[in-house]
Nanobody, 121 residues
Framework: QVQLVESGGGLVQAGGSLRLSCAAS????????MGWYRQAPGKQRELVAI???????RYADSVKGRFTISRDNAKNTVYLQMDSLKPEDTAVYYC???????????????WGQGTQVTVSS
């Protein structure tokens, strides 16, 4: 089983910063992409940022220049540094990982339980 455990959410004022972390644990062969999605009340879940095993990253247009994704492959951990936060960034943030459980199995998608980020104006 693969577990993704997030930390770092909370309440912050507009213009402030937060850093999210997500560590993958359990039994698996390898991890390809890791990333972050978010879901605000009444809206669909959307991609925030994603990063490959060789650190190629992609961002949603709404967070470019404000958020930075990184990962530590040795620790199976992905980070999201969020700066210049805006009230519209308020959402539950979900960690995502593309995991190969066995060497001969296809990659499968795994999700964390979500962490709340609230930005007050």
């Amino acid at each position: 089983q693969v577990q993704l455990v997030e930390s770092g959410g909370g309440l912050v004022q507009a213009g402030g910063s937060l850093r999210l972390s997500c560590a993958a644990s359990g039994s698996f062969f390898s991890i390809n992409a890791m990333g972050w999605y978010r879901q605000a009340p009444g809206k669909q879940r959307e991609l925030v940022a994603i990063i490959t095993e060789i650190s190629i990253s992609r961002y949603a247009d709404s967070v470019k220049g404000r958020f930075t994704i990184s990962r530590d492959n040795a620790k199976n951990t992905v980070y999201l540094q969020m700066d210049s936060l805006k009230p519209e960034d308020t959402a539950v943030y979900y960690c995502y990982a593309q995991v190969k459980v066995y060497s001969d199995s296809p990659y499968s998608s795994h999700w964390g339980q979500g962490t709340q980020v609230t930005v007050s104006s």
